[in-house]
């Protein structure tokens, strides 16, 4: 008994430090400039609470836009991701040739690559051939995310049995019917894994589009976070209401999908 | 059963394509553009010159090296910090007691959060909360934080283990969780205590997540982005700057493309040279095992 409550004291101020940047965070975003200024750590006062901050950040944010923008090529890229390394994934473990072998192994090496390696000629070349675009952009995530996802979907496929699909393939099913109605609902567990871990990676990532999407309008939230930021660099009032509405989409998602978050973890680390 | 190859190509094509045109050309194309002295402006004529981009990078500018040094200074004391961390919390929320379940979400919930704003956030709780504290309480160590390079260093280091402890945890927890309770009983019957428990019996069947737990943290550390540019910017002077940041910053800063991707080179090689060690170690445990 005296231990539970030792780990539960414990736990909790653990907790509160942990929440400790997001609390002041949403503090602060409630109060005006000279409130952040005379009373940083306390809670809004009657004659500091505002929610002008709000109201600014959301039109300098261009809040709906870009959320708009963002949760586009979030789905759009998860859905195509998913798609293709799952029938990527497939073959490579139905087939087992030796093109089958070697490929596989190139797609898992990949991943060795840092991000800033191929940043620069995947920028010049992309110019080039006209990719600067939210489609380009949604492209070269397939390209990117598809070597982590195949490897995924490729540890799952491994352990359902063939004969199912055997035995449909002598009823005739066809390669695409027996993809879209046999092995795909099979896979549904780890869809949704990869999905949500895909979902976060693309949701968050600022470096690709910040190279890629510089139209006025198209931008996604993280790329209009850094501008915003560069533009207010000490308004904390504002700063502080912008980081909250953007962390916002986030967090919620992040309660509903917990549960995958986890497994899609303890899955990805043991490979 | 007869498998075709058009099945095979055909299902293979779509990623095969995408990864082909993202990934693998670019890195042909970046190991040219490495001995060259391309600028990253379109039409301008470029320049073949040897491996002299290899050599300025370790006599010309010594901000390669200095953000090479930066860097793994940081990474070893982030691994260490943020493994303990996260196993100490792991260790922590299996115990039964009420409230487990709600903080293992807490303790995970930063690293849901991009980065970028991971930065801004600290930013402002280093900067504003931090001074307002040290007027406050009058502790000058509180004040000026990031303004100098040692504050920048422990701050990016505060950071990475807030956001990273809770991604170990559930690596760690995974493990935890296979160690079976009979085992854990035997030992208290043989009449082992909390110590000798945990140095004997949890320590020795954890080492395969620390195996994973080391190497997904050097690897995210090495890599690390974001956060530096949100955070300190790579200041002052450059003296927190990381690699990933330098290499940008010479190529978008400087102009200097060619520069930028030879120093890219170096880093792939530093990476995949980690990665490939952590295969090494995690096949011949395995072996063992």
Same mark, same amino acid.
């Not at chain 1, 653990?14 to 952040?36: A, Q, R, V």
């Given at each position: 008994?005296? /231990?539970?409550?030792?780990?539960? *004291? ?8 942990? =929440?400790?940047?997001?609390?002041? +965070? ?13 009373? *940083?750590? %306390? ?7 505002? +929610?002008?901050?709000? /109201? ?52 898992? %090496? ?12 995947? *920028? ?82 600022? =470096? ?6 510089? /139209?006025? %309008?198209?931008?996604?939230?993280? =790329? ?46 043991? /490979? | ?35 060259? #002295?391309?600028?990253?402006? &379109? ?9 002299? #981009? !290899? ?9 390669? &090296? ?40 807490? !303790? ?15 930013? !402002?709780? !280093? ?20 303004? #100098? ?80 540019? $949100? ?17 940008? #910053? ?9 520069? $930028? ?29």
């Amino acid at each position: 008994m005296k /231990k539970k409550i030792a780990y539960g *004291v414990t736990g909790l101020i653990l907790g509160c430090i942990f =929440l400790f940047p997001i609390y002041i +965070l949403i503090m602060n975003s409630f109060k005006t400039t000279k409130g952040i200024f005379t009373d *940083v750590l %306390g809670f809004p006062a009657k004659e500091t609470f505002t +929610l002008e901050n709000y /109201k600014n950040a959301f039109q300098e944010l261009d809040y709906i836009r870009s959320f708009m923008n963002s949760l586009l090529i979030t789905v759009v890229t998860a859905v195509l991701v998913l798609l293709i390394s799952a029938m990527a994934a497939w073959v490579f473990v139905r087939y087992k040739t030796k093109a089958s072998k070697i490929i596989f192994l190139i797609f898992a %090496g990949s991943m060795l690559i840092p991000f800033q390696c191929v940043m620069l000629p995947l *920028v010049g070349f992309a110019s080039k051939i006209g990719l600067l675009s939210r489609g380009g952009l949604i492209f070269m995530y397939m390209g990117f995310q598809t070597s982590m996802a195949i490897i995924m979907f490729h540890g799952f496929i491994k352990n359902i049995p063939e004969e199912l699909e055997e035995a449909a393939t002598i009823d005739g099913c066809g390669s695409i019917r027996l993809f879209i109605s046999i092995v795909l609902p099979l896979m549904r567990t780890i869809i949704v894994t990869v999905a949500v871990i895909n979902v976060m990676g693309t949701w968050n990532d600022f =470096l690709l589009p910040s190279l890629i999407i510089n /139209k006025q %309008g198209l931008q996604t939230l993280p =790329l209009k976070t850094y501008l915003f930021f560069g533009q207010f660099a000490k308004r904390w009032d504002l700063a502080s209401a912008g980081l909250v509405m953007c962390m916002a989409p986030i967090i919620i998602f992040y309660l509903f999908s917990q549960k995958y978050i986890v497994k899609g973890i303890t899955e990805g680390a043991i /490979k | 059963m007869r498998k075709s190859k058009l099945r095979f190509w055909g299902f293979l094509a779509p990623s095969l394509i995408a990864f082909c045109i993202v990934v693998i050309i670019p890195t042909c194309i970046g190991f040219f553009y490495s001995l060259t #002295n391309w600028n990253g402006i &379109v039409g301008s004529d470029v320049k073949f010159v040897g491996f002299q #981009n !290899f050599i300025d990078i370790f006599t010309r500018d010594d901000s390669f &090296v200095h953000a090479f040094l930066f860097t793994a200074l940081f990474s070893v004391c982030a691994v260490v910090l943020v493994n303990l961390v996260g196993f100490g919390l792991a260790l922590l929320v299996t115990q039964k007691f009420r409230g487990a379940t709600l903080l293992r979400g807490i !303790f995970f919930m930063p690293n849901m959060i991009g980065g970028l704003l991971l930065g801004f956030t600290w930013q !402002f709780i !280093f900067i504003s909360i931090f001074e307002a504290f040290s007027k406050k309480t009058g502790i000058a160590a509180f004040s000026g934080w990031l303004s #100098n390079t040692e504050t920048g260093f422990i701050g990016l280091l505060i950071l990475t283990v807030w956001q990273m402890s809770g991604y170990m945890m559930i690596v760690y927890i995974a493990q935890i969780q296979q160690i079976p309770e009979s085992v854990k009983e035997a030992a208290r019957i043989d009449g082992a205590n909390s110590w000798q428990l945990m140095r004997y019996i949890i320590l020795p069947l954890m080492m395969p997540a620390f195996t994973i737990g080391l190497f997904l943290s050097i690897s995210s550390s090495f890599k690390m982005f974001d956060q530096n540019l $949100a955070l300190t910017q790579g200041g002052p002077y450059k003296s927190t700057e990381m690699i990933a940041l330098n290499i940008y #910053n010479s190529a978008f800063g400087a102009n200097e493309f060619g520069f $930028a991707q030879a120093k890219a080179i170096v880093f792939l090689i530093i990476v995949a040279g980690i990665g490939i060690t952590q295969l090494v170690i995690t096949k011949r445990k395995e072996v063992e095992m």
